[in-house]
């Protein structure tokens, strides 16, 4: 039984930053590779960024530069911190175990003036 419990969207200006977090518990969190995804309005859900059990890190090109993934094991938690954001960042960002169908319930983040 798997649970993700997402923190940390909201409201945000353009060029501004958030930092989401996910916490996870009733599995072995450090040898699991872990995502974060995103989802518009009308758009199909895509990979943002990924993090493997070592620390190896992946990103979508249009995050490169902007977007941290980041995990501390021994507090269970997979981190995205987002930096410059933009309007067409915004969308549902949900936490995800790789190679599994185990996700967070999503949180919205919304760039907007």
């Known amino acids: 039984q798997v649970q993700l419990v997402e923190s940390g969207g909201g409201l945000v200006q353009p060029g501004g930053s958030l930092r989401l977090s996910c916490a996870a518990s009733r599995f072995t969190f450090s040898i699991v590779a872990m995502g974060w995804y995103r989802q518009a309005p009308g758009k199909q859900r895509e990979l943002v960024a990924t993090?493997?059990?070592?620390?190896?890190?992946n990103y979508r090109t249009s995050v490169k530069g902007r977007f941290i993934i980041s995990r501390d094991n021994a507090k269970n938690t997979v981190y995205l911190q987002m930096n410059s954001l933009k309007p067409e960042d915004t969308a549902v960002y949900y936490c995800?175990?790789?190679?599994?169908?185990?996700w967070g319930q999503g949180t919205q983040v919304t760039v907007s003036s």
């Open positions: 993090i493997t059990s070592g620390g190896r890190t």
């Open positions: 995800h175990v790789e190679y599994t169908n185990n």
